[in-house]
C-alpha cells in the first residue's frame, strides 16, 4: 500500500515563495469587490508566473476624499482568494488594530507602506503589535530619501523578533520630477542592499513608474542590478480600478512582462568566465587608483587657491569661474559620452570637497 503524502501547509507555501528567487507579487492596488479580488487573483494564479497575491484593504491617501481601501470587509475576499487558488496573500498594515485585523483573517505577510517607514512612531507601534508572532514582513523605502529611516524601522521590526524581514525599493518622493511618479534613486536602494546583504530587496516598478508603459523597463533595471524580486500591480480591467488606474496591468500583460524579462543571475559559474571578468576589473582598480590620485593632486591646487584667496581677502565662491568650469565640463562629456546627469553630480561633489578644504584654510 503506497504511503500518503500530506500536502503542504500554507505556512510551508508561504516559506518555500519567500525562500524563491525571483520572488513575484502582484495583485490589484485595492481590493473593490468580492468578485474583483476573485477574478483577479484567479487570473494571475493561470499565468503559473505570480508567488504572492497583494490586495491594499487600507489604502492611506495624501489628500481626503480620495478612496482610502474597503476595510477590514475585504480581508475574508483575500482568504477565499487563497483558498482558490493555494497562493499566499499579502496585504499593507499601519497600525496595530490593521495588524490584529490582517493575523485574524490568516494574511500570509504583512508590509509597511512608505508613508509609514516615515514615522518611527507608526512602525514601533506595528512592531509592538508583531511580538510573538511569526509572519514574514516586508518595509517599504521611506517618501523621503533617508536611509536611516529605512534602516530604523528594520531595526524596530527585528527588535520585535521577527525573523523575516524584506526590502521593498518603491522610489522616493522628488519635487519637480515628472519622468517618474517617485524617483528610483536607485543609488540608495543600492546603499541599502549592500549596507544589508542578507535581507531579501525586492522593486515596486508600479510606484516608482506610476504608469504602465514604462513597467517594463523599470523591472528589467532592478533585475540586472540583481534585485530579489518583483512587486507589480494587476487587476482585471485597469481603467476602471478605484486608485492607481494608470499603473495597474491585467494579469495577462504582467504574465507576458514577467516572461520577456531577463533573469541574470549574480554567480558567475566559468571559470574562464570569472578570469575574463576579473582583468577587466582589475583595468578598474587601476583607473580607480589613477583617479585617486589625480583628484587628491586637484584637492591640492584648491589648497593653494584658497591660501591665495585668504591672503587677498577673496570670497571662496567665485560664480562666473563655476559655471565656465561646468560649461566647459559639459561640453568635454558630451564628446568623450558622458551624461549631463553624471558630469553635474561628479562636478558638484568635487567642487563641494575643494571649498571645504579652502574653507579650513580660510577660517584656520
Known amino acids: ?13 508561504t516559506q518555500a515563495a519567500w525562500n524563491k528567487r525571483p520572488l513575484i507579487i502582484s495583485g490589484p492596488c485595492s481590493a473593490e469587490t468580492e468578485e474583483q479580488v476573485m477574478a ?26 480620495s478612496f482610502e481601501g474597503i476595510g477590514t470587509k475585504g480581508l475574508p475576499w483575500l482568504q477565499a482568494a487563497k483558498k482558490a487558488t493555494g497562493l499566499p496573500v499579502a496585504v499593507e498594515v499601519a497600525t496595530a488594530k490593521q495588524v490584529e485585523d490582517a493575523l485574524h483573517f490568516d494574511v500570509d505577510i504583512l508590509w509597511l507602506g512608505a508613508r509609514t517607514t516615515v514615522n518611527p512612531f507608526s512602525v514601533q507601534e506595528i512592531a509592538d503589535a508583531l511580538r510573538g508572532v511569526e509572519v514574514p514582513v516586508l518595509i517599504k523605502n521611506p517618501l523621503n530619501p533617508d536611509l536611516e529611516l529605512w534602516l530604523g524601522a528594520v531595526e524596530r521590526v527585528a527588535k520585535a523578533g521577527i525573523q523575516q524581514i524584506g526590502l521593498i525599493h518603491r522610489g522616493f518622493s522628488s519635487y519637480g520630477n515628472t519622468e517618474y511618479r517617485n524617483a528610483p534613486m536607485w543609488h540608495l ?15 515596486d516598478p508600479s510606484h516608482i513608474c506610476g504608469r504602465r508603459d514604462t513597467l517594463m523597463d523599470v523591472a528589467q533595471k532592478a533585475i540586472d542590478l540583481d534585485f530579489d ?61 589613477e583617479l585617486m590620485q589625480i583628484l587628491s593632486a586637484r584637492i591640492k591646487v584648491a589648497e593653494k587657491i584658497g591660501q591665495y584667496k585668504k591672503d587677498n581677502n577673496i570670497t571662496i565662491l567665485q560664480t562666473n569661474r563655476w559655471n565656465e568650469i561646468l560649461e566647459r565640463a559639459f561640453k568635454q562629456g558630451d564628446k568623450l559620452g558622458l551624461s549631463k546627469e553624471f558630469v553635474t553630480k561628479y562636478f558638484d561633489a568635487v567642487h563641494m570637497e575643494s571649498i571645504n578644504h579652502q574653507n579650513k584654510i580660510m577660517n584656520s
Open 189 to 203: 536602494a543600492i546603499e541599502m542592499k549592500r549596507r544589508n546583504p542578507q535581507l531579501m530587496m525586492i522593486n
Open 40 to 65: 483577479t487573483a484567479t487570473q494571475l494564479a493561470a499565468t503559473g508566473k505570480v508567488d504572492v497575491l497583494r490586495a491594499g484593504i487600507w489604502k492611506p491617501r495624501t489628500r481626503p476624499g
Open 229 to 289: 524580486g518583483l512587486i507589480i500591480e494587476s487587476h482585471i480591467d485597469p481603467d476602471t480600478a478605484w486608485s492607481d488606474a494608470k499603473q495597474q496591468v491585467t494579469p495577462a500583460r504582467l504574465g507576458e512582462m514577467i516572461s520577456s524579462i531577463k533573469w541574470r543571475t549574480e554567480d558567475i559559474s566559468s571559470e574562464e568566465l570569472h578570469a575574463n571578468l576579473e582583468k577587466l576589473r582589475q583595468q578598474i582598480n587601476q583607473l580607480d587608483d
Open 1 to 13: 500500500m503506497e504511503a500518503t503524502i500530506a500536502a503542504p501547509t500554507m505556512k510551508e507555501v
